[in-house]
């Protein structure tokens, strides 16, 4: 289940739909934003899961990557990072979306900056 994200059907979706769904809800059109954000992420991961062997993912250094820095719980902050920036573009807040988007992008940057031992 974790190697579809790396997909690059699946990356290029998901910020596909991010951007259009932020632009929506900067306007205030809450039900095409809402289904932009949501249903090709989940159509796409739906599909790449039951259609596509990921194994080849799962075996590349990128699966590596994200087998080991991206556990559920940096997941459900990218996701938390996402909602934020869609809230903030709701309320016509571009820090918010910046930051926001900068949660979802430290996410993915989780095992790149070197960690300070105690």
Same mark, same amino acid.
């Given at each position: =289940?974790? @190697?579809?994200?790396i997909h *690059?059907?699946?990356?290029?979706?998901?910020?596909?739909?991010? $951007? =259009?769904?932020?632009? #929506?809800?900067?306007?205030? #059109?809450?039900? +095409?934003? #809402?289904?932009?954000?949501? #249903? +090709? *992420?989940?159509?796409?991961?739906?599909?790449? =899961?039951?259609?596509?062997?990921?194994?080849? &993912?799962?075996?590349?250094?990128?699966?590596? @990557?994200?087998?080991? @820095? =991206?556990? *559920?719980?940096?997941?459900?902050?990218?996701?938390?990072? %996402?909602?934020?920036?869609? &809230?903030a573009a709701? @309320?016509?807040? +571009?820090?918010? $979306?910046?930051?926001g988007l900068?949660? $979802? %992008?430290?996410?993915?940057?989780?095992?790149? $900056? *070197?960690?300070?031992?105690?």
């Amino acid at each position: =289940m974790l @190697y579809h994200q790396i997909h *690059p059907a699946k990356v290029f979706t998901d910020v596909a739909s991010a $951007v =259009m769904a932020l632009d #929506l809800l900067w306007r205030h #059109l809450l039900v +095409p934003g #809402l289904v932009v954000a949501v #249903l +090709p *992420p989940v159509l796409v991961s739906a599909t790449l =899961m039951s259609e596509v062997d990921l194994d080849r &993912y799962r075996r590349s250094a990128m699966g590596a @990557y994200v087998r080991r @820095y =991206m556990p *559920p719980w940096v997941q459900a902050l990218r996701l938390f990072g %996402a909602a934020f920036a869609f &809230y903030a573009a709701w @309320y016509h807040v +571009p820090a918010g $979306v910046a930051g926001g988007l900068a949660i $979802v %992008a430290a996410c993915w940057a989780n095992g790149i $900056v *070197p960690r300070l031992r105690a």
